[in-house]
């Protein structure tokens, strides 16, 4: 069996954020009908031939299985009334298929086909009412420090969170505050100081790589 991109060694590529829509539910089939061949080689599209009729099936299986798991999950929050920010909390991929040296997210984030699954059921919408009709991410940063009292408080709270691994929130931060003053090279050096620890401790390629995008434009500014 020659599977193609189906099977590249690492979990499944079935959630992109920059494909207007991959289909986690339809690759799992894929992968159940592979497995219904009972193919005695496979020969993925990346990675080590498998031989051995039962190595073969396992590892069709359990790829199949973290992506039902996924789909699964999430269309049941969906049907309770969960928000997108709900969903992407509560949804993991159990630990052990994680830990499986063909499912490792090295490449895509079981995370990033999680928000595939919500849009490909609910659009675009993810059940948080300002984002229906947003203010411009500008003019909100800038409402927001001046409450912090300055952008350089938000810039400064940004760092105590990093400081303290909760990198997300500290990227959020930092992006607002340099969205208030964006031609402050300062508040632009800790945007890159940010981005670079939550890059640092992200496991998948995609990730990291449109994460740098970010970090590469905070650091360019904080040059000029």
Known sequence: LASGDFVIWVFPNAGNPRKVQRYAAEWAQALRRM???????????????????????RML???AEALEHLVRETLALMNA??????VLSKVKVPASYLAKPYLLP??????????????????????N???????????LAAELADL??????????AEALAGQGQNRLAVALAELAAAAVPDD?????????????????????MGRAF????????????KV
């Open 148 to 157: 912090a009292g300055g952008a350089r408080k938000l810039a400064a709270r």
């Open 106 to 127: 090295k490449y895509d984030d079981p995370e990033f086909l999680v928000r595939s699954i919500y849009h490909l059921n609910a659009g675009w919408f993810d059940g």
């Open 61 to 63: 299986s359990d790829g």
């Open 185 to 205: 090279p300062q508040l632009q050096a800790i945007r890159a100081a940010t981005l670079r620890k939550l890059i640092d401790s992200e496991n998948s390629l």
């Open 81 to 86: 009334g969960a928000t997108l920010e709900d």
């Open 129 to 139: 009412a300002p984002h229906l009709k947003p203010a411009r991410t500008a003019e």
């Open 35 to 57: 497995e219904a061949l009972k193919p005695e080689t496979l020969i993925p599209g990346h990675g080590p031939v498998v031989f051995g009729a039962e190595r073969v099936a």
């Open 211 to 222: 994460l740098a995008v970010y970090e590469r434009e905070a650091g360019g500014r904080s």
